[in-house]
């Protein structure tokens, strides 16, 4: 198996849980050419990047996805505690979750739908496209040299449209509707930790905040200026004679969020806002239980927020939990817009949809594998700057003298795990015979030039 650095060592290792030893020692050559390859992350094109340093036929490294029997639940595990090990014990968990869209068409590509492109729709015009669309959760983690959060995937599904799902003898979900299950299944692997699930508008729902309610998970998500806001259920008193009816749900029916918030003027309030900056705002909150009929009652906050800048809408969230302050929900939600950068970055530096297959089992492991790349890139810096105390100057890489950056990004990352990753396959003989002539102060240029040619 290819040597690993002391960074990515403990971290690829405890992720073996999940398959096989030949398996998983193919994982990892696997792992190692995706991380160095450029461009497409092909089968092919991740091969040709390790191409001469491990032995093995070429069909082999394919059946690791197509026909290898593993599974990605121990794997998502593994990977899920390293990531909750950047969060303080104590602190709430963040978890956005979102749906993206991969562009794969063809007949024979399974589970292959029509879907709306949120990137390149708007409010007027809405584009579709053919592909994968996956719901993925992620974690909201403070890494070393960064002040903005990152959104490092740890769980994602595959949505299956009716027809794949009928085919598959599955019952057909929408996203909303998959989300609780990947959260309930969060919310069981790390009973200790306190989560906070943070939703768009697609995940607005009664039935996703009554379930992770009840499973002592909060929402925090947009919500509905016409929503059934009523007070809590009176105190009952026992049954005695001649008494009929049974226990209320609820009390008495409260203004609803757009009258309520139209009535009163609010109070003016700093808040952390997109991008990790800070935005003065015009918050209006008020607190009942949202009532659906024959469904039941979920406690919440519901908070309006006006940007008195005006760049942007009026937006009502709400939260589970109503002990969560005003801004505390704000800041969740504004917070969640992390989780769009990542999807941006794994498109255009891990190839998010440049995988070609077609069969099932390709389908379901390979795009999840991807994703699950941009964390281990994640880690492994954080893990590289605290083994080392690498000062910020020296993490970036990426800089040009018309774009200063003060702080890291996930390119630097990337380059960072690259070039920690192309220091141990230089001491392969197969580099080590190649590069003995050349100097270790010129190795590394020489290195990047032959891998751009080609």
């Not at 009928?166 to 299944?185: S, Y």
Request: glycine share 8%; proline share 7%; aromatic share 10%.
């Amino acid at each position: 198996m290819i040597e690993l650095p002391r960074a990515a060592e403990p971290l690829i290792r405890s992720l073996s849980i999940a398959f096989t030893r030949p398996t998983f020692n193919r994982f990892v050559v696997l792992l190692v050419g995706a991380l160095l390859a450029s461009g497409r992350r092909t089968l092919t094109e991740v091969q040709w990047a390790v191409h001469g340093v491990v032995p093995g036929h070429f069909t082999s490294f394919h059946r690791v996805f197509s026909r290898a029997r593993w599974s990605l639940w121990p794997l998502a595990r593994a990977l899920s505690g390293h990531v909750l090990r950047l969060v303080p014990v104590g602190e709430p968990v963040l978890v956005p979750m979102y749906d993206t869209v991969t562009r794969h068409s063809g007949p024979k590509v399974y589970g292959r739908g029509c879907h709306r492109d949120a990137v390149r729709s708007s409010h007027a015009i809405t584009t579709v496209c053919w592909g994968h669309r996956w719901v993925v959760l992620a974690v909201l983690v403070k890494l070393p040299l960064i002040s903005r959060r990152w959104a490092l995937p740890v769980l994602c599904a595959l949505y299956r449209p009716r027809d794949v799902a009928a085919k598959d003898g599955r019952r057909f979900r929408t996203p909303c509707e998959m989300a609780p299950a990947l959260a309930c299944v969060l919310m069981r692997w790390f009973p200790d930790r306190r989560f906070v699930f943070l939703g768009d508008g697609g995940f607005a729902s009664f039935d996703l905040a009554k379930r992770i309610h009840r499973r002592g998970g909060t929402l925090v998500a947009r919500f509905y200026d016409d929503a059934s806001i009523y007070e809590p259920a009176p105190a009952w008193p026992p049954a005695r004679p001649g008494h009929k009816g049974r226990k209320p749900v609820k009390g008495k029916a409260l203004p609803r969020p757009g009258v309520a918030s139209a009535s009163q003027r609010g109070r003016r309030a700093t808040i952390g806002w997109y991008g990790g900056r800070s935005r003065r705002v015009w918050l209006v909150d008020g607190e009942g239980v949202w009532y659906r009929s024959g469904r039941g009652i979920v406690p919440v906050r519901w908070v309006r927020v006006r940007d008195c800048e005006g760049t942007h809408r009026d937006e009502y969230l709400f939260s589970t939990d109503p002990s969560m302050t005003p801004e505390r929900i704000a800041e969740a939600y504004t917070g969640r817009w992390s989780i769009e950068t990542t999807f941006q970055e794994c498109h255009a530096h891990l190839g998010l949809e440049s995988p070609r297959c077609r069969v099932r089992d390709a389908v379901l492991r390979l795009t999840p594998c991807l994703l699950a790349l941009y964390t281990l890139v994640a880690l492994v810096f954080a893990e590289h700057v605290r083994l080392t105390g690498m000062k910020a100057t020296r993490a970036i890489t990426t800089t040009r003298p018309w774009y200063i950056k003060t702080e890291p990004t996930f390119i630097d990352a990337l380059e960072l795990a690259r070039r920690l990753l192309r220091e141990h396959l230089h001491a392969t003989p197969p580099y080590e015979t190649l590069l003995q002539n050349v100097s270790p102060h010129h190795r590394e240029a020489v290195v990047h030039a032959l891998k751009a040619v080609a």
